[in-house]
């Protein structure tokens, strides 16, 4: 059964910077300023520079404040380095060592605009705003391409918490979801067979982990005649999460495949600036049940 949860918590559009600093005691006798403190500070500068993930910090303040009262009452107290292991442990790592997952999902505190061009978030808006009826919009991040209508109504769908807390329409349906669960006879348990009219997934292609499965459960819950829509560029994205790269070919022939009667894919003509010269060609492919 595929996990998922739906998202009832509201919260501002504004950056949250994730770290946040927490003031731990000088194990040390030396006052302060000698050479003996200095030397100190230098063999401990984790310590002295302590940092953590904004979620970890009630329990990192605890963890110091038990240190101190340890510490003042016995130097060698073996609790000390229990105490410090812990500590050592919620320590908020580097971002150059985060896995591509921690990366995003540490961004998406920050993020509340469109990163990828206002240009291109209009142009693309334009061309999804086209659907009506019931809209799942997958993957969709911490931006919505659809507008408000009367004419549609949109469920919002991502694998982070914190971009869907940051979902500009809060209104909406949100629901918590890794589609890479989507494995064998697993189904999205919580879509009914011919819910949706269409299905919008912008820059997700590509970390799709079984793009037939999830084509053929997508092609399940969109009612006859429904079109699952992707937007993609084959030159940007977080290589380090990719399942495959992008190609026109190849994208018809998994749609095709998936029991899709027809499938087009277009070229979005976008402005060429600096940014989409780097990256080329935004592709639009529509498969219609």
């Known amino acids: 059964m595929v996990m998922f949860r739906e998202i009832t918590e509201i919260k501002e559009r504004k950056p949250v910077y994730t770290d946040r600093f927490v003031v731990l005691p000088r194990l040390t006798t030396a006052p302060f300023g000698t050479p003996e403190h200095e030397a100190w500070v230098m063999n401990n500068w984790w310590m002295?520079?302590?940092?953590?993930?904004?979620?970890?910090?009630?329990?990192?303040?605890?963890?110091?404040?038990?240190?101190?009262?340890?510490?003042?009452r016995n130097p060698d107290?073996?609790?000390?380095?229990?105490?410090?292991?812990?500590?050592?442990?919620?320590?908020?790592?580097?971002?150059?060592?985060?896995?591509?997952?921690?990366?995003?999902?540490?961004?998406?505190?920050?993020?509340?605009?469109?990163?990828g061009g206002y240009d291109v978030h209009a142009l693309i808006s334009r061309r999804l705003n086209k659907y009506s009826g019931a809209v799942l919009e997958a993957m969709c991040g911490h931006m919505s391409y659809f507008k408000e209508s009367p004419d549609r109504?949109?469920?919002?769908?991502?694998?982070?918490?914190?971009?869907?807390?940051?979902?500009?329409?809060?209104?909406?349906?949100?629901?918590?979801?890794?589609?890479?669960?989507?494995?064998?006879?697993?189904?999205?348990?919580?879509?009914?067979?011919?819910?949706?009219?269409?299905?919008?997934?912008?820059?997700?292609?590509?970390?799709?982990?079984?793009?037939?499965?999830?084509?053929?459960?997508?092609?399940?819950i969109l009612k006859p005649d429904g079109v699952l829509s992707f937007v993609e560029n084959p030159k940007s994205g977080y290589e380090d999460l990719y399942h495959r790269n992008f190609d026109r070919n190849g994208?018809?022939?998994?749609?095709?495949?998936?029991?899709?009667?027809?499938?087009?894919?277009?070229?979005?003509?976008?402005?060429?600036?600096?940014?989409q010269k780097e990256r080329g060609n935004f592709y639009h492919t529509e498969a219609v049940k």
């Open 153 to 220: 109504t949109v469920t919002a769908l991502d694998y982070c918490t914190e971009s869907l807390k940051k979902y500009p329409v809060p209104s909406r349906r949100r629901i918590e979801c890794d589609l890479n669960q989507i494995r064998g006879d697993v189904k999205l348990q919580f879509f009914n067979e011919g819910e949706f009219d269409a299905i919008s997934i912008c820059f997700g292609f590509k970390y799709l982990a079984d793009i037939c499965l999830l084509a053929k459960e997508f092609r399940r």
């Open 48 to 72: 002295a520079n302590y940092r953590v993930f904004m979620d970890d910090k009630p329990e990192a303040v605890r963890l110091a404040n038990e240190l101190s009262k340890v510490f003042k």
């Open 77 to 115: 107290d073996p609790l000390i380095g229990v105490i410090l292991k812990k500590l050592k442990m919620l320590e908020l790592k580097p971002y150059e060592t985060l896995s591509p997952i921690e990366k995003w999902t540490r961004g998406a505190f920050q993020y509340v605009d469109y990163t």
């Open 251 to 275: 994208a018809r022939e998994v749609l095709m495949k998936s029991g899709f009667r027809t499938v087009t894919i277009r070229a979005i003509q976008i402005p060429q600036s600096v940014w």
